[in-house]
Nanobody, 123 residues
Framework: QVQLVESGGGLVQTGGSLRLSCAAS????????MGWVRQAPGKERVFVAG????????YYADSVKGRFTISRDNAKNTVYLQMNSLKPEDTAVYYC????????????????WGRGTQVTVSS
């Protein structure tokens, strides 16, 4: 059974930075894409960023392009989300996701999900 465990969330002021980490354990296959989805209070979950297994292809929501960077360390089975220039509208629970199909992952319908980590950006 694949498990995804997020860390790195917290409270930060507008303009600040945070780095989220997601450690994967279990049978992560070589073709799994990984990514992040967030859910703000009272809103639906939305795709934030994704990365192919080898890291050669990255995907970003328009709202975070130029501010967030996704990366992965396959030796550690870990994916990261560096978030800079944070805004109050970035406040949400951030979920790590994994799926063999990058299209499914980008649609926010990945097969595997972590439990989420809270990010709060104060104004």
């Amino acid at each position: 059974q694949v498990q995804l465990v997020e860390s790195g969330g917290g409270l930060v002021q507008t303009g600040g930075s945070l780095r989220l980490s997601c450690a994967a354990s279990g049978p992560i296959y070589s073709n799994y894409a990984m990514g992040w989805v967030r859910q703000a209070p009272g809103k639906e979950r939305v795709f934030v960023a994704g990365i192919s297994w080898r890291g050669g292809t990255t995907y970003y929501a328009d709202s975070v392009k130029g501010r967030f960077t996704i990366s992965r360390d396959n030796a550690k089975n870990t994916v990261y989300l560096q978030m800079n220039s944070l805004k109050p509208e970035d406040t949400a629970v951030y979920y790590c996701t994994a799926d063999a199909n990058p299209v499914t992952m980008k649609a926010g319908a990945a097969y595997y999900w972590g439990r989420g980590t809270q990010v709060t950006v104060s104004s």
